[in-house]
């Protein structure tokens, strides 16, 4: 293969869980191969295709012309959240990375851009692989995308830092609701093996004795005895307590806890279905109500609420995340308008963001097998014994939330 | 009693299920005291106090001196959601209210506010009637407050439209969400008895085929064949179908669907708890993963989410809600201090706020046995077959939730 630029189409492709973001990254990737020369005259780049639902749209023809749309239209486009081509939870296997190639070649693509997270990757390095093996030039990035936060190499991912947003500023704004009418309030939060995004729930601290008073990583194993000891303690210390759990917590033997609940449906990657669902934050209320009323007395009271889909596409962009998922799309179009690469890109963090310095990023192309179908978890560092996170986590996680409402009490 | 002012000190309360700009009621309040030379030499308005949690507060002398807190820190409290005094959901007893008066004497009250919807209303009415009985004059407001909407003789009440603003904006972004990976999303809304709050997911349409396809509301009897065949027929035509969902739909015999599907808890009131459970979004999941899997086929992906209490404690005022909720608060002080009379606030819409028409309201002082623990359902008006509302609904509550972010596909 050449190392200098092979002439055919672009398709962009958006998959797994969409985010308030990933049009950010589909419009970098547009603008990157325009800023490249796509569509002008004696560009090897021609065509900007998108396919419609990821790889699934790709193998049926489902495919959209994004050559000349203009740039206002993208501009908002990049201002929508959830994934403007549509999305897919399928995992191709070998047959159908076949379809794939044929539908590569039927339609002269050469540049192939796949927006996700670990699962995602990892259809990226399959496509990629075959391409290779068949002989076919396929210039194929993976450009991350994840609320969780889990892939490797990666700071952070495009995704999380408008999710967090969320998340800290439902804690804060229910820590007053609690605090308004005092009792036990769970808020279940989304991530399925990285506590990240639960961990977010902390930035919405905003004084002594402010929610969330305890948080449940599924980092570290669940011990609902402890839970109860924990809850109650805080209760009687403060009369409510404000609890942040992640839906993925898990028992002694890496069971999530709600699979003990619930009969759970699972996806295409054997992942058991816990967003969508109240039923893991109503066990655990149960269990409080349980437990926690006194002898002939009266139960506390308990409420919980399960964020779900809002997490992941409420449309207030965090003003990094707005920026990185852009600039992730442009660099991987420029890297693969650039020579025979393939691979991914990463985010570093060049400037801490906190200690008087000021919070910059950078990006870098790593190779899909580096992060492919890898999980990150929540680093020991950022945990603060068995119920909350530690300044390490906060430092790192305020300069990419950005600034939240300030509020005032008596 | 006399028809000119009578000396003492005002107190002001919050009760009942806070709101995003119940607080804004309590500055204007204070500001309408204030307009009115409370705590200025030879006024008779002398000290502005708050009860903490309400008449549970006042009863227990847990008082705050409102009266000097500077006008830049009552702006921010305007801000804030939730009640920033405190709330409670105690009902009094004849009892319970005589311990309010005593509290009352002690403090030298004769100025009484008390912020909430019409289990709150009625709390004042039973304090107003007790004061009358025993001869001690007690200016005694109402200041109307509830998400639910539901009180008589008001166009709307304070908090409506800024809940009304978050399920719209929940509904479109999840529109969006549901579009990118399509399937049937159920979203559980808010309102016991009134539909108002559920209604308003219709505003985040904003194109053919957009969510919600199916909107259940309390005042029309759920059945469940007729639900589970409606879904099917939307499922059919756009391969997916978003759904919003009153917590408090009822079957044939007006009893609340959900208490059907868990033991649920009462409150003070006898009110069954549905709100903080995502118990009745589960079992329609349950019911339509059911009925719609295909003989020996895969059940259709359904997923429910209880948008909890983020419907009432979201940082984002609706503009017309804050300025509303100020002044009902102003003009419940204003008519407390200009002569002996009772009541409560009603909003009266003046303006329309369509067909060419401005929107503005205006305010009007009404008596208090006409707001008491009355409830008022969704218009038939407003309602548009089994599943759906009207135009008539649409541009009834578009003015009082102002603009939504206008999102863009390809």
Known sequence: MSGGMIEGNAVIGQSGGPTAVINQSLVGIIEGLRGAGAGQAGSPIKKILGM?????????DQLVDLSSIEQAKLARIAATPSAALGSTRDKPDADYCKRIFTACEKH????FFYIGGNDSSDTC????????????????????????????????????????????????????DNASIPGIKINVVMGRHAGFLTAASALARNGEGTGPHLIYLPEITFDTERFVQQVSEVYDRYGRCQIAVSEGIQDEESQPIATQIFSGETDA?????????????DALSLI????????????????????????????????????EALRVGRYAAMCASS???????AILRAGRGYAGEDYRSELDRIELTEVAAKTKHLPEEFMNGTADVSQAFIDYATPLVGELPRFEGF
Do not use: M
Request: hydrophobic share 35%.
């Open 339 to 345: 020579g025979d690469v393939d691979g991914s890109v």
């Open 52 to 60: 419609r639902h990821g790889v699934r749209g790709l193998t049926q």
């Open 108 to 111: 002269g693509i050469r540049y």
């Open 269 to 281: 990657h054997g992942n058991v279905q816990l967003s969508g669902t109240g039923a893991l934050g």
């Open 125 to 176: 390095r399959i496509v990629n692989e075959l391409a290779d093996t068949a002989g076919y030039e396929l210039r194929c990035f993976h450009v991350p995308k994840t609320v969780d936060n889990d892939l490797p190499v990666n700071d952070h991912t495009p995704g999380y830092p408008s999710a967090a947003r969320f998340v800290a500023n439902a804690f804060r704004a229910d820590s007053l």
């Open 288 to 323: 409080l109500k349980q437990k926690l009323t006194p002898a002939g007395g009266k139960a506390p009271r308990v409420r919980a609420d399960t964020f779900g889909y809002l997490q992941r596409c409420w449309p207030d962009q965090s003003p990094v995340d707005a920026d």
